[in-house]
């Protein structure tokens, strides 16, 4: 998972993120510096004869260098603005392919289950499903080894301010998978994996949208998308299977742990497993009162939608150069 992790962000989202930056970068100091020629030019009756043209700071020296247009180029503030685009856009253009590629692969696997999206008994019936298809068995192995992984990349990188919420939240769903699958409750674990990864795909490509500086509307829009996509499956759909797991599951499955049965259940496994799910919504209710305080910002004020978990050590260089 690392390996394609930073193949697509080496070989593909950083190079276009480097570029489209820079050109754009290039495009509005060469406007900028045309309209000054202009300007210059209706006010001293003439143009510069070497047509090159020094941007300054408040004590007369020079910001960035001069190439032979008359362009400035990048000055240090801006080299580290840019390049912390171009590293967020390709963290975020990974989540987008892994996203999609996962939640396009687990509609197929839960296409060809015997379960049914609103009908809770579909989940217990039949209970134990002791034989597991093979797509199943590598659903469950590559969304664990992403999870893994991203406890990885969230205590490498730095940290935003819902760090220890990001935490829990991999390390429960972890818990959840592998108790899932260890329990036969996999036909409730597909069907979660499904409705978790389905907004995921949205937030990343909003960001990207805004690394990239393409349409500030177009990111709010995309952002639109993912909210309502929130709600639909972290708070309606997913309080669906939770009520399935607590009221439904109980009256399919037996109080029996038995290897060689395939039973795996007694009362103080179901519990744990059931406030595992619990505690996976509580935080997501979090999550949500954030991304509505992002929504509200948007409909009260000029400033587009951002992700109110920046970073800290972003915040703290911003306020110093400031």
């Not at 134990?128 to 990188?157: D, M, R, S």
């Not at 509505?292 to 915040?315: I, N, P, Q």
Request: proline share 3%; glycine share 6%; hydrophobic share 45%.
């Amino acid at each position: 998972m690392a390996i394609l992790r930073d193949a697509f962000r080496l070989l593909i989202f950083e190079p276009f993120a480097r570029w489209k930056l820079f050109r754009d970068l290039r495009r509005r100091r060469q406007a900028q510096a045309l309209e000054e020629k202009k300007f210059n030019g209706s006010t001293n009756g003439q143009a510069k004869s070497n047509g090159h043209i020094h941007a300054t700071n408040g004590n007369g020296h020079p910001n960035g260098s001069v190439n032979g247009n008359g362009v400035t180029g990048p000055t240090p503030k801006e080299l580290r603005q840019l390049n912390h685009k171009v590293l967020r856009f390709a963290e975020q253009g990974w989540s987008v392919v892994y996203y999609t590629l996962q939640w396009s692969f687990g509609l197929y696997v839960h296409y060809n289950l015997p379960t049914r999206m609103l009908d809770p008994t579909d989940l217990w019936v039949a209970y134990p499903h002791k034989h597991i298809a093979a797509p199943v068995k590598i659903y469950y192995l590559t969304q664990n080894a992403f999870y893994l992984h991203q406890i990885l990349v969230i205590n490498a990188e730095a940290r935003r301010k819902d760090h220890i919420q990001m935490m829990s939240h991999h390390i429960i769903t972890i818990f959840l998978m592998v108790g899932s699958y260890f329990c036969d409750f996999t036909r409730v674990g597909c069907v979660i994996m499904v409705l978790m990864d389905c907004c995921d795909i949205f937030l990343p490509l909003a960001k990207m949208i805004r690394y990239l500086e393409i349409s500030q509307l177009l990111c709010d829009m995309t952002f639109g998308v993912f909210m309502i996509s929130w709600l639909i499956t972290r708070h309606i759909l997913f309080n669906f299977v939770i009520y399935s797991t607590i009221y439904v599951g109980p009256q399919h499955l037996q109080w029996l742990w038995d290897q060689d049965g395939g039973h795996y259940v007694t009362k103080n496994v179901y519990g744990v497993f059931c406030v595992l799910l619990v505690a996976l919504e509580l935080i997501q209710v979090g999550w949500f009162w954030l991304i509505c305080k992002v929504v509200w910002r948007v409909l009260t004020t000029k400033d587009g939608a951002t992700d109110v978990r920046s970073d800290d050590e972003d915040d703290l260089s911003e306020a110093k150069e400031d």
